[in-house]
């Protein structure tokens, strides 16, 4: 039984010793703002977290576009007004800069 809990604790966090700020509560805006920056990181418009500089990777920015435009098609009506407009601001954004740099590397 201790195992089990320990594994739980583990799985929760709790136990882990951290020196960096605490995160953010999760919820919907705050998991869909994760999957916006791992997309900006691929698109290499900012710098991943430890990276040292910035890189582009177009597959698999679209991978994370694409995640994100199933997600707003999966949740569609059960948003709240401020979370869908999160959603289709940040799709529409993340999908201009996709085909900007997919023409450009053209």
């Not at 994760?34 to 582009?56: D, F, M, Q």
């Amino acid at each position: 039984m201790e195992k089990k809990a320990h594994e739980q604790g583990e799985a929760s966090g709790e136990g882990e010793r951290h020196d960096s700020l605490p995160l953010p509560g999760i919820n919907f805006s705050t998991f869909v703002f994760s999957l916006n920056s791992s997309a900006l990181v691929h698109l290499g418009l900012i710098t991943a977290p430890g990276g040292r500089e910035k890189a582009i990777n177009l597959p698999l920015a679209k991978q994370t576009i694409d995640i994100l435009g199933m997600l707003e098609e999966k949740t569609a009506g059960n948003l709240t007004g401020e979370e869908t407009n999160l959603m289709s601001n940040m799709l529409h954004d993340l999908r201009l800069r996709y085909v900007k740099l997919k023409d450009q590397e053209s």
